[in-house]
């Protein structure tokens, strides 16, 4: 999972197998954004989820966020090569839309 | 679709020399925001604007300062570069301040300080 002081994570996995990423966060936050990143281009947000909500999704993305044990999750259904991206949660503890981003997790998916 | 544009996408500078850095947003946001990513920390906010005239301190402000002289454009100004500010920044914009607000962020511009 990705925060705080925790390393890049990195995840390998092949076409048509099922993916999820964990992020945990320290403060509180009433929304958690998950934005992809592709090679060489800015942060693009993917999908987000509100503290009212259990569950998200967005075609093959689901989205969940548990606010007592203050973590969420993305899930990728079925991943495709196009889905090879780095992927990073992030919270806004200030409501105030100053985002804190996670250290992200690159995710490969090969042939 | 929200357009965000960086200049210049890539620089070499001299330590010591002044480095700006610019960008420009066409979707009439008040928010503007600077951040660097280096490997192993993610993203990081630099300096935030809410509107023309106003900038305000992020996470790591030391050694950089901001400028915001309109909607369209906020600058992020390095007067003493140092190797350490080595990065790729990134530039975004949002609109009204609020939970659940998208940022838009532009291509990014990778800075190399010799």
């Known amino acids: 999972s990705q925060w705080g002081e925790e390393n890049l994570q990195a995840l390998s996995i092949q076409e048509g197998e099922d993916v999820t990423m964990n992020c945990s966060y320290k403060?509180?936050?009433?929304?958690v954004h998950w934005y992809r990143q592709d090679s060489g281009r800015g942060p693009a947000l993917i999908i987000l989820i509100r503290s009212n909500e259990r569950e998200k999704r967005s075609g093959r993305l689901r989205a969940t966020l548990d606010t007592s044990s203050q973590s969420s999750s993305l899930s990728i259904t079925a991943a495709q090569c196009e889905d090879t991206a780095v992927y990073f949660c992030?919270?806004?503890?200030?409501?105030?839309?100053?985002?804190?981003f996670g250290q992200g997790t690159i995710l490969k998916v090969y042939l | 679709e929200a357009a965000v544009t960086q200049s210049p996408r890539n620089k070499v500078a001299v330590t010591g020399g002044k480095v700006t850095l610019s960008c420009n947003q066409t979707n009439n946001h008040n928010n503007m925001y600077w951040y660097r990513q280096d490997t192993g920390h993610g993203l990081r906010l630099i300096h935030y604007?809410?509107?023309?005239?106003?900038?305000e301190k992020g996470d790591i402000p030391d050694g950089y300062k901001a400028s915001r002289p309109s909607q369209e454009n906020f600058s992020l100004i390095l007067e003493l570069a140092t190797p350490s500010q080595t990065s790729v920044y990134f530039c975004?914009?949002?609109?009204?301040?609020?939970?659940?607000?998208?940022?838009?962020f532009g291509p990014g511009t990778r800075l190399l300080v010799l």
């Open positions: 403060t509180y936050t009433t929304v």
């Open positions: 604007s809410y509107g023309a005239g106003s900038t």
């Open positions: 992030a919270t806004d503890p200030s409501s105030g839309q100053k985002l804190v």
């Open positions: 975004a914009s949002g609109d009204r301040g609020g939970a659940g607000d998208t940022q838009y």
